[in-house]
């Protein structure tokens, strides 16, 4: 009997342990409700198993120390096995019945938990629908569903909300308005898909891939406008070329208008477009021809401006021959001192053009480490003189 109660100690133990082992593992896997049926068949089987185990365990220790027993003792331990057994498939049953009874207790309190949870949830995401409802300025709708969205990222309630609020500001007339709106829908929808339900997947996958698009038309739109710009620019800037070539000369009004255009050239986007670049270059090129050909009135303003004239040539097509090593700063002091130290005030309107022109484009090519050096460079020369 001492063995038995022995055996019946370390199968109590060891199924307590085990109540405990698959305890501990319930709480951490039962994390969603859709898993319950899998844990409890999975922990039934592993408590039947590690049952089945102890018994075999058991059999082999009473058979060795039967065979060591003289044939009375035989008889009775015989006996005391079969007792054993019986007490054991007892106990088992026991076991059985006291994991499955405290599995379906926890399963419950989860459940009880997990519904606590849910209708918080809710409540708090109505409390954010009522409160967007409340407000009229559409701007203020966004700001406080994409707050929501952060606390709620789960929420189809919510995202769809946000997708009407924040959709007329998307087809906006103002551009910058409507690249922010749309920028801001794509981070917001991408939240959503990253934290949504398996069941909202496909409906955030559509709504994130529909933002994108929406972001690829509007920058096509944007190209466009700034090509066509760029097309109307240098239109007007041929019309007045042809205007020289007809007349061989530019009213005061002909090259003010041109300095305007020219400064209002999308340098950036014209240096991404080559055929636009050559464009730009040809009527560079005439203008620098008739500034640097043009006659003067008066003897010392015409001597100065025809010396700015060869300085600002000179430094513009050695820095487009050089163009690679220069924009680097390499030869930045020979710009700066042919560029650097002339009076504007005694410049005739088409030096200044030209001068403007050559600055604009040297300047914009180069990089961005060495603009300061080269302002610095040019505000320090010394003042041009004739002779």
């Avoid at 007809?246 to 002909?254: C, F, I, Q, R, T």
């Amino acid at each position: 009997m001492d063995v038995i109660l022995i055996v019946m100690q370390v199968i109590l133990l060891i199924g307590v342990g085990a109540l405990v082992i698959h305890g501990q593992r319930m709480k951490k896997q039962l994390s969603k409700m859709k898993e319950y049926q899998e844990l409890k068949a999975e922990m039934k089987k592993d408590l039947q198993e590690e049952g089945k185990q102890i018994a075999t365990r058991l059999q082999q220790e009473i058979q060795y120390r039967f065979q060591m027993l003289t044939d009375e003792q035989k008889t009775e331990m015989s006996e005391r096995q079969s007792a054993a057994n019986q007490e054991l498939q007892r106990i088992g049953g026991r076991v059985t019945e006291e994991t499955e009874r405290r599995i379906e207790e926890k399963t419950q309190q989860l459940l009880d938990r997990f519904n606590v949870y849910i209708e918080e949830e809710e409540r708090e995401i109505n409390a954010w629908l009522t409160h967007v409802q409340q407000e009229d300025n559409r701007a203020k709708k966004v700001d406080i569903l994409e707050s929501a969205i952060n606390k709620h990222p789960s929420s189809r309630k919510l995202v769809e909300g946000y997708i009407a609020a924040i959709q007329p500001l998307t087809q906006a007339t103002n551009d910058r308005i409507r690249k922010s709106a749309i920028e801001r829908m794509q981070r917001t929808l991408r939240v959503f898909l990253d934290h949504c339900q398996a069941e909202d997947f496909t409906y955030a996958f559509d709504q994130l891939d529909a933002s994108l698009k929406l972001g690829n038309n509007y920058m096509n739109e944007v190209e466009g406008k700034r090509a066509d710009h760029l097309n109307a620019t240098l239109k007007k800037l041929e019309s007045y070329m042809n205007k020289l070539d007809k007349n061989g000369s530019l009213s005061e009004a002909d090259i003010e208008e041109i300095e305007k255009l020219d400064s209002a050239l999308d340098r950036s986007f014209l240096a991404q477009d080559e055929a636009q670049k050559k464009r730009y270059e040809v009527i560079s090129k005439k203008l620098m021809d008739y500034f640097t050909n043009q006659a003067p009135s008066e003897q010392e303003k015409r001597s100065y401006n025809f010396k700015a004239l060869q300085a600002i040539k000179q430094a513009h097509e050695s820095f487009l021959s050089h163009e690679k090593e220069a924009k680097k700063g390499t030869n930045i002091q020979k710009y700066s001192r042919l560029l650097g130290g002339w009076d504007m005030d005694r410049f005739y309107p088409a030096t200044q053009v030209y001068y403007q022109s050559v600055y604009s484009d040297i300047f914009s090519k180069l990089e961005a480490q060495v603009k300061p050096e080269f302002t610095k460079m040019i505000m320090n020369s010394d003042q041009q003189t004739v002779g």
